[in-house]
């Protein structure tokens, strides 16, 4: 009982080590000389969502406090932001049972299988070098944006998210 009590404290830690946010960057670039940003545009019939009002919103106070200003042209940075769609499946039911006492045996099947199709979204925000046309940092997201969730929560997420993401930009080389 020790031993899986131990065990169990190892496996909790590990999941509470988990990243939420992978960031990659290139390291040759110096990032210092980055003092400008503008959002990527859109086609003019496509309208910003909700939520990617909520994610521009976040990344531009976030690298507000790293000292670089939003502009409409001629940016050195290009900032592009996208939700990708993944999805899980979760299956449930078919079990089975068996048991054994003195000359008896029992055996128990069950199914009906359920499938469920679980869908969310992970935030990946980068960061164009305007003159190279290059990427030069990205990150994303390993926590899950569910449709589940209210407009108040969906926000606390993003914001929390965009927050992990520019934790360490500029990054260190």
Same mark, same amino acid.
């Given at each position: 009982?020790?031993?899986? =009590?131990?065990?169990?404290?190892? $496996?909790? $830690?590990?999941?509470?080590?988990?990243?939420?946010?992978? %960031?990659?960057?290139?390291?040759?670039?110096?990032?210092?000389?980055?003092?400008?940003?503008?959002?990527?545009?859109?086609?003019? %019939?496509?309208?910003?969502?909700?939520?990617?009002?909520?994610?521009?919103?976040? $990344?531009?106070?976030?690298?507000?406090?790293?000292?670089?200003?939003?502009?409409?042209?001629?940016?050195?940075?290009?900032? !592009?932001?996208? $939700?990708?769609?993944?999805?899980?499946?979760?299956?449930?039911?078919?079990?089975?049972?068996?048991?054994?006492?003195?000359?008896?045996?029992?055996?128990?099947?069950?199914?009906?299988?359920?499938?469920?199709?679980? !869908?969310?979204?992970?935030?990946?925000?980068? =960061?164009?070098?305007?003159?190279?046309?290059?990427?030069?940092?990205?990150?994303?997201?390993?926590?899950?944006?569910?449709?589940?969730?209210?407009?108040?929560? !969906?926000?606390?997420?993003?914001?929390?998210?965009?927050?992990?993401?520019?934790?360490?930009?500029?990054?260190?080389?």
């Amino acid at each position: 009982m020790t031993k899986l =009590l131990i065990i169990l404290f190892f $496996i909790l $830690i590990n999941i509470g080590c988990t990243k939420d946010v992978v %960031t990659d960057f290139n390291s040759a670039v110096n990032y210092s000389s980055y003092k400008t940003y503008e959002f990527a545009t859109f086609s003019t %019939t496509q309208a910003t969502t909700l939520d990617g009002k909520r994610i521009e919103d976040a $990344i531009a106070t976030q690298l507000y406090t790293k000292g670089l200003n939003g502009v409409n042209d001629n940016a050195d940075l290009l900032v !592009r932001h996208s $939700i990708v769609e993944q999805s899980d499946f979760q299956t449930y039911g078919t079990s089975f049972g068996f048991g054994y006492r003195h000359r008896s045996v029992g055996v128990a099947y069950s199914t009906p299988t359920q499938i469920r199709e679980y !869908r969310y979204g992970k935030i990946i925000v980068e =960061l164009i070098d305007t003159e190279t046309n290059s990427v030069v940092w990205r990150s994303t997201s390993q926590r899950r944006l569910t449709e589940t969730m209210t407009p108040s929560s !969906r926000k606390t997420f993003i914001d929390t998210q965009i927050n992990e993401m520019f934790k360490e930009y500029p990054p260190q080389k």
